[in-house]
């Protein structure tokens, strides 16, 4: 087992290496150049462009700017284009208010999709299973901007509270109980808009795999020897339903970095989404970079995860990586 999870640590890193070169020789050579623009200055000589081409290394050859970008990513002196701010300071601050948002929303995603997919499963053609087909493919057709608007009208019409931002402006020196209160609020709608269209989605797999598994020899075999539907449903079959949903668990980490860009900007919320976008149109390379290479570790070290829950999940697989170990 573990010269299973060694050779498969060895695999992430060396793909993580090459995903570093191509990410950044594509963005390096992309037509365009940072220090060629500066709306805020008309008068920029090409005295100030060759300055700051030295100052961000992009005077010196490609393999050159490849070291010195990750050196200073790693040694915290990778600074912005756009305000020559640490990026990794930047990075930080936005990571820690895109946190919540992506935790309450996968939460609510997978607390609720589950069931939901597991009881349309059991209960097919039923009532139960034709409602939740109808109002999963309705909030996957709905636009969520469109959706956001609706449900910030009736929230601030109902409850007579504002939902905009992380919190209330001008309230920060009232008590802490009225802050956290304030904080739910604004973070209530944003992650249930978030979750919406991946409860809808996943509860529809979830439903697909479970009526695949159930259809299964070994589940009419167990319930005709007269074992309690709850115990063969729950305990046999869902396991094997489970099987394909540990790579997706895994490859929602990624959801960290980018967010999204729509909820974000509609309730002003300033998270990683919205830090990518902006980096991208200020043409802010070492932000965006960083962005990317993180982006990379966290779908990497998700696949990681995965791995290792389809050994807890599948024990056959931990067999079969001893056999060949």
Same mark, same amino acid.
């Given at each position: ?67 010195? =970008? ?43 999709? =589950? ?211």
């Amino acid at each position: 087992m573990f010269s299973f999870w060694a050779k498969s640590l060895v695999e992430k890193l060396i793909t993580l290496f090459f995903i570093s070169i191509i990410s950044f020789s594509v963005v390096m050579l992309a037509p365009g150049d940072p220090s060629e623009i500066d709306p805020l200055n008309p008068k920029f000589t090409q005295e100030d462009i060759q300055r700051l081409r030295k100052a961000f290394d992009l005077d010196k050859p490609l393999p050159v700017q490849y070291y010195l =970008f990750y050196k200073k990513l790693f040694t915290n002196e990778l600074r912005s284009y756009k305000d020559n701010q640490p990026v990794l300071k930047k990075i930080t601050e936005r990571f820690l208010n895109s946190l919540p948002l992506f935790l309450v929303g996968t939460l609510l995603t997978w607390c609720l999709a =589950f069931p939901l997919g597991i009881q349309a499963a059991l209960r097919r053609q039923s009532l139960f299973d034709r409602s939740t087909t109808f109002f999963s493919y309705f909030f996957i057709s709905l636009p969520s901007f469109f959706l956001a608007y609706v449900l910030i009208i009736f929230i601030v019409k109902v409850f007579n509270v504002p939902v905009i931002g992380l919190q209330t402006f001008g309230r920060e020196s009232v008590s802490w109980w009225y802050l956290i209160n304030d904080r739910i609020w604004h973070l209530v709608l944003p992650s249930v808009l978030s979750a919406i269209g991946g409860i809808a989605i996943l509860s529809r797999y979830v439903r697909s795999q479970m009526l695949e598994v159930i259809e299964q020899d070994y589940v009419r075999t167990a319930l005709a020897k007269g074992l309690p539907p709850d115990t063969v449903y729950y305990k046999h079959a869902l396991r094997n339903a489970l099987l394909p949903f540990v790579t997706m668990f895994g490859l929602t980490l990624p959801g960290l970095i980018g967010g999204s860009v729509i909820i974000e900007s509609i309730f002003s919320w300033p998270g990683m989404g919205r830090l990518g976008y902006d980096a991208i149109l200020a043409r802010d390379y070492p932000l965006i970079l960083s962005l990317n290479f993180i982006a990379a570790c966290l779908v990497l070290v998700g696949t990681f995860i995965s791995d290792l829950l389809y050994m807890v999940v599948d024990p056959r697989i931990s067999l079969i990586s001893e056999s060949k170990g």
